[in-house]
């Protein structure tokens, strides 16, 4: 059966247009005339048999069917390049992976370690994009996903990689001089918040036997990374795992107070849904990361 899919041309044309609300720019863009762009638009309104633009005197506005469609035409055209271009970067071998990564454990765990990936495997690419929260892999482009909480995805398979241990962490300036900090001085201190472990400080002072009424109330930060910049501002305290920040550690812009770690059941895992598990590519990744992560778990 013939698929009732509009030529590129016209794809192409309309999502420029739509994205500027201008044949003209889309038109210099694709280095076409106006008069061709608006052949090309009205060509796809025919095809759809849907109004896409309304015009009007000072040019030409998205119609509500138009804004829609032009989103989903922007994601599935997104899609495409980025296969077209893992394609042309591999001349056809190898394959690539499109993996969801929270932001602070890719950059700062992560990344350090692909190159020994790409020496075991040079015939996989990975290319990272940042997703704090759980989502539907039906709905996305993702391969895989490195996610910290719990590990029941529905439809996935999940791989341990390690707990965080997070410790409270702050600039030496709030130390006052001191060499270290109660936890009941901790508690007397603004606490830097994480929006995605909204009840961190609640748990890290229950597990020393405190109640403290304001334990979830403070700044919200959603990264580690936020976190790190704020408590070396002096803004309060954060809880951080140490392995986060290892070089602002060692340079002595955050320190330690209380080096009282609260167990946590949740932890970071390599997410794959169940009908990608046995590609190649993702076989070799999971082994790779699962070593590395033993390795790494090891050493601590």
Not at 32 to 41: D, E, G, H, K
Not at 88 to 113: C, D, K, S, Y
Not at 268 to 284: C, Q, S
Request: hydrophobic content about 45%.
């Amino acid at each position: 059966m013939r698929r009732k899919i509009p030529s590129t041309a016209a794809l192409v044309a309309f999502e420029l247009a739509a994205r500027h609300e201008s044949f003209t720019r889309a038109a210099e863009e694709l280095a076409l005339t106006q008069s061709a762009v608006c052949r090309q638009i009205a060509a796809l309104e025919d095809f759809l048999g849907v109004r896409l633009f309304s015009r009007t005197r000072r040019g030409v506005r998205l119609t509500e069917a138009g804004l829609a469609y032009g989103r989903q035409i922007a994601a599935r055209l997104d899609a495409v390049e980025r296969d077209t271009l893992s394609v042309m970067a591999h001349h056809g071998q190898g394959a690539t992976i499109e993996l969801a990564v929270v932001p602070t454990f890719a950059t700062r765990w992560l990344m350090p370690r692909l190159g020994s990936l790409r020496a075991a495997h040079p015939e996989v690419t990975v290319n990272l994009t940042t997703r704090t929260r759980p989502f539907l892999f039906v709905e996305t482009e993702f391969d895989a996903a490195l996610y910290y909480g719990d590990a029941g995805w529905p439809g996935t398979e999940a791989h341990y990689l390690m707990h965080e241990d997070a410790v409270p962490v702050c600039s030496p300036e709030l130390l006052g001089g001191r060499a270290a900090l109660s936890a009941e001085d901790i508690a007397g201190m603004p606490l830097l918040q994480q929006t995605t472990r909204p009840y961190a400080w609640r748990q890290w002072f229950e597990s020393l036997g405190l109640r403290v009424a304001h334990d979830m109330t403070g700044t919200r930060l959603e990264l580690f990374s936020m976190l790190a910049q704020a408590a070396m501002q002096g803004m309060g305290v954060a809880l951080i795992p140490p392995f986060l920040i290892r070089e602002e550690l060692a340079s002595g812009r955050l320190v330690v107070p209380l080096p009282h770690i609260c167990p946590s059941d949740k932890a970071y895992y390599l997410i794959i849904p169940e009908r990608k598990a046995e590609t190649a590519a993702l076989t070799a990744f999971r082994d790779w990361l699962c070593a590395e992560a033993a390795a790494y778990r090891e050493r601590r």
